[in-house]
């Protein structure tokens, strides 16, 4: 048998030349991690779904961040466990809440940390939905008003970027808009682009408290069959000023992943969701499978995929394996 002259083994064959030639390369800064607040003092609860993940009130913010600094993860999503809710989610722009406060507190004690804040209601609203019930149905115009409020909020207690997740249209112009009025242009938009309504939030909605008390959001979360839709949804959101484009779920979207960074220039993060991560904490924990390095391979997979950004669970483990 004659060999072609190129053999790809050749550089295959120790540790240094696959390094040499590696292709995709995940680093700590691309990681930005969740945290669960709520309110209290000295709270670590662990999230019985999400093993290591954990729901920590205000004063434990700052031990967190100083660990993840220390990995070289520098940036935060804030999702917030309100004291109160009810019908209008009116404490997801309260000047004292929950978020309000963890943003103060991150910036004071742990300044060149980066937080971005989620935006939307189903946090705060006593019904569970992202938006106003009227008629038992989601408002999406009556909604936008609030969602700005909500952005605005965050902004003036020191985000450095806004997240919203809500799914109405018209959000990105309306939050843009109010941004920019009040002199907060420099804020960054995070658009979730493209979110499903999928079946992998169970674990995330037990850690936040934000399951819908009545139906479920697939009349304005995306139905998980349709790709060219994906396209439409994400060109909307740059036509109304989105900075970065999101994914969410990721790992059961790399298509769509791939399909926005052929499509748009702008920055794409993806969001490696709670199920997702609590499969691989399952599967690991029953010893099917090596935990570590199948978190690691799944985050490489979705990076290969097109995502510059990855907001994952697994971002602490990772980043050790990574210091290795």
């Given at each position: 048998?004659?060999?072609?002259?190129?053999?790809?083994?050749?550089?295959?064959?120790?540790?240094?030349?696959?390094?040499?030639?590696?292709?995709?390369?995940?680093?700590?800064?691309?990681?930005?991690?969740?945290?669960?607040?709520?309110?209290?003092?000295?709270?670590?609860?662990?999230?019985?779904?999400?093993?290591?993940?954990?729901?920590?009130?205000?004063?434990?913010?700052?031990?967190?961040?100083?660990?993840?600094?220390?990995?070289?993860?520098?940036?935060?999503?804030?999702?917030?466990?309100?004291?109160?809710?009810?019908?209008?989610?009116?404490?997801?722009?309260?000047k004292d809440g929950i978020i309000q406060k963890a943003i103060k507190e991150l910036k004071n004690k742990v300044?060149?940390?980066?937080?971005?804040?989620?935006?939307?209601?189903?946090?705060?609203?006593?019904?569970?939905?992202?938006?106003?019930?009227?008629?038992?149905?989601?408002?999406?115009?009556?909604?936008?008003?609030?969602?700005?409020?909500?952005?605005?909020?965050?902004?003036?207690?020191?985000?450095?970027?806004?997240?919203?997740?809500?799914?109405?249209?018209?959000?990105?112009?309306?939050?843009?808009?109010?941004?920019?009025?009040?002199?907060?242009?420099?804020?960054?938009?995070?658009?979730?682009?493209?979110?499903?309504a999928s079946a992998f939030y169970g674990p995330f909605r037990d850690a936040a408290a934000c399951a819908p008390?009545?139906?479920?959001?697939?009349?304005?979360?995306?139905?998980?069959?349709?790709?060219?839709?994906?396209?439409?949804?994400?060109?909307?959101?740059?036509?109304?000023?989105?900075?970065?484009?999101?994914?969410?779920?990721?790992?059961?979207?790399?298509?769509?992943?791939?399909?926005?960074?052929?499509?748009?220039?702008?920055?794409?993060?993806?969001?490696?969701?709670?199920?997702?991560?609590?499969?691989?904490?399952?599967?690991?924990?029953?010893?099917?499978?090596?935990?570590?390095?199948?978190?690691?391979?799944?985050?490489?997979?979705?990076?290969?995929?097109?995502?510059?950004?990855?907001?994952?669970?697994?971002?602490?483990?990772?980043?050790?394996?990574?210091?290795?």
């Open positions: 048998m004659v060999f072609p002259e190129y053999r790809p083994r050749r550089l295959r064959r120790n540790k240094q030349l696959r390094s040499l030639i590696r292709e995709t390369r995940l680093s700590p800064e691309q990681f930005i991690y969740p945290l669960f607040v709520l309110p209290g003092k000295g709270i670590r609860d662990q999230v019985s779904s999400m093993p290591g993940v954990f729901r920590l009130s205000v004063d434990q913010l700052a031990k967190e961040a100083k660990e993840l600094i220390g990995l070289g993860i520098n940036h935060v999503i804030l999702f917030g466990l309100p004291e109160k809710k009810d019908s209008m989610g009116s404490g997801a722009h309260a300044p060149e940390l980066m937080v971005t804040t989620d935006v939307c209601l189903c946090e705060y609203t006593s019904h569970g939905h992202c938006g106003v019930l009227i008629n038992k149905m989601v408002d999406n115009d009556a909604t936008l008003d609030i969602l700005g409020q909500v952005a605005l909020s965050h902004a003036v207690a020191g985000a450095d970027i806004v997240a919203p997740s809500d799914m109405m249209d018209g959000r990105v112009a309306e939050i843009r808009g109010i941004l920019d009025e009040n002199n907060f242009d420099q804020i960054p938009i995070m658009a979730y682009a493209v979110k499903y008390q009545e139906g479920d959001r697939q009349g304005y979360q995306m139905d998980p069959a349709n790709a060219r839709e994906a396209m439409r949804e994400a060109t909307l959101d740059v036509d109304e000023g989105a900075d970065i484009l999101m994914v969410k779920p990721a790992v059961a979207y790399l298509d769509i992943i791939s399909r926005l960074r052929d499509e748009f220039d702008l920055p794409i993060a993806a969001y490696h969701v709670s199920g997702e991560y609590a499969m691989i904490k399952a599967a690991a924990a029953n010893g099917w499978i090596d935990g570590e390095r199948v978190m690691a391979e799944t985050l490489l997979s979705i990076h290969r995929a097109g995502a510059d950004i990855i907001i994952t669970y697994g971002a602490k483990e990772v980043a050790k394996m990574l210091q290795g």
